[in-house]
């Protein structure tokens, strides 16, 4: 296997795990909320999973724009016409915080 093939499957592991773990984590969450809100000591763990969900999606989104963006700038200094294009990525990878954030604001709301 090529360094880029492993790269890709790589990628597709990481966002199909996404898709599978965030929901997983959100049924997770609701229920252990509904337990400890019947014992009336739910509060903390809501603020626990609102700091993890932001902090763990601003990290992620860090390494995929850090790798999206070297790979960007190589590509616009070989071809300027790709420059649209490496913004584009950019911006998805970006998105991934912003998607955490809004998970936070949906537990923060429940509290």
């Known amino acids: 296997m090529t360094r880029d093939t492993l790269r890709w499957s790589f990628g ?4 199909l795990t996404g898709w599978v773990l ?12 509904a ?9 903390g763990m809501g603020y626990i ?3 993890l969900a932001v902090g763990l999606a601003c990290i992620a989104s860090a390494y995929a724009v850090a790798r ?11 071809k300027p016409e790709l ?3 490496a913004l584009i990525f950019i911006g ?8 955490g954030l809004i998970i936070a604001i949906m537990i923060l709301n429940k509290i």
Request: aromatic share 8%.
């Open 92 to 99: 998805l990878a970006e998105g991934i915080a912003i998607y």
């Open 83 to 85: 420059a649209g294009r």
């Open 49 to 51: 999973a609102a700091a």
């Open 35 to 43: 337990v400890l809100q019947q014992n009336g000591d739910w509060k």
């Open 12 to 15: 597709v592991f990481l966002v």
């Open 68 to 78: 999206i963006g070297s790979a960007g700038i190589g590509a616009v200094t070989e």
């Open 22 to 33: 965030l929901p997983a984590a959100i049924y997770a969450a609701q229920a252990e909320a």
